[in-house]
């Protein structure tokens, strides 16, 4: 087993900076340990239609699971302020608050040579969603489903969302923005992936 230490730095996408490590690595593998907090947390529970989000400052307890060329499956459980703990399959928008630290073991097959950088790299897909709005969810079923990147921003707060409309020109939500460039909402996303123009993004 080649094991190899990896650093996330603020704000980036705990999953999305595992698939990069893994596709990177092209061989597959495991977390052995990991150290660290997010500020968003996305998980999906058994049985549940849509993943839980929780936000502010959440302690990560464990991460279990395997890294591949082909993408991640991952078990996340964190522990909230008030030491309540919370966990499920790790999904897209889970975002590291200070910083995490991992190790990941992967097999003697085309094992990386050097630690891989992953975390400068951002997902090029943003989307700001609102809790209980059906849009919005279908959104992020969308992009889930076709395997697409993306960093999730809660827009709950009316500070947030006049920031969101600021940048995107809408007040309505979700708002999706591709390469920091805003697309509109689901509808527009819809279209894109009808005539095949999200394909590139997976």
């Known amino acids: ?49 849509e993943p839980t989000v929780l936000q502010g400052h959440l302690e990560i307890i464990t991460l279990q699971g395997t890294v591949a060329p082909q993408g991640v499956h991952l078990h996340l459980s964190l522990s909230d302020g008030e030491c309540q703990v919370w966990g499920g399959h790790l999904e897209h928008g889970s975002l ?25 790299t951002q997902p090029r897909v943003e989307i700001a969603v609102r809790s209980g709005c059906p849009f919005s969810a279908r959104a992020l079923r969308m992009l889930r489903t076709l395997g697409i990147p993306h960093v999730v921003q809660l827009a709950d707060d009316e500070g947030v969302r006049e920031e969101v409309a600021e940048r995107s020109g809408r007040s309505s939500m979700p708002q999706v923005f591709i390469d920091g460039e805003p697309i509109g909402g689901y509808d527009a996303l819809a279209d894109l992936h009808g005539r095949g123009a999200l394909d590139h993004l997976r």
Not at 7 to 32: I, N
Not at 96 to 120: I, M, N, Y
């Open 1 to 49: 087993m080649h094991p190899l230490p990896l650093h996330l730095g603020a704000g980036s996408d705990l999953r999305a900076s595992l698939e990069q490590l893994g596709s990177e690595a092209g061989t597959s593998g495991f977390v052995l340990g990991v150290v660290g907090d997010l500020s968003h947390a996305a998980f999906q529970c058994p049985g549940q239609a």
């Open 96 to 120: 590291v608050l200070r910083g995490a630290d991992l190790l990941v073991g992967f097999l003697p097959t085309a094992a990386p040579q050097e630690p891989v950088a992953a975390s400068p």
